[in-house]
């Protein structure tokens, strides 16, 4: 596995990510199902510096963890997001609270 680059240039820690803004990157679940698959994927995301790992899957998505294999310098956050195509005023107002704390 390698690192990406995006159509513009820049930089990407895996293939599915992309840049938000400044050092923050979004992109897909960060490990595999299995360990063996899961470690190199999650070890390209630390060697380009990511330092913090925000969970945003929900208990019944039956992904493989990768909180135990991160070292303890870095930073994980779990903040499970309920997947559905319309929102409602309740996760309208969980989102907003995200994003109005300072991180």
């Given at each position: 596995?390698?690192?990406?680059?995006?159509k513009?240039?820049?930089?990407?820690?895996?293939?599915?990510?992309?840049?938000?803004?400044?050092?923050?990157?979004?992109?897909?679940?960060?490990?595999?199902?299995?360990?063996?698959?899961?470690l190199?994927?999650?070890?390209?995301?630390?060697?380009?510096?990511?330092k913090?790992?925000i969970d945003?899957?929900?208990?019944?998505?039956?992904?493989?963890?990768?909180?135990?294999y991160?070292?303890?310098?870095?930073?994980?956050?779990?903040?499970?997001?309920?997947?559905?195509?319309?929102?409602?005023?309740?996760?309208?107002g969980?989102?907003?609270?995200?994003?109005?704390?300072?991180?």
């Amino acid at each position: 596995m390698k690192n990406a680059t995006m159509k513009n240039g820049t930089k990407a820690p895996i293939e599915f990510s992309y840049h938000v803004t400044g050092n923050f990157f979004a992109g897909e679940y960060p490990f595999k199902r299995t360990v063996d698959e899961g470690l190199p994927k999650l070890q390209l995301l630390l060697d380009f510096g990511i330092k913090h790992f925000i969970d945003l899957t929900e208990p019944p998505d039956e992904l493989t963890s990768y909180r135990e294999y991160l070292p303890e310098d870095i930073a994980y956050t779990r903040f499970p997001t309920v997947d559905i195509r319309f929102r409602t005023s309740k996760t309208c107002g969980r989102s907003t609270k995200l994003q109005a704390s300072p991180m």
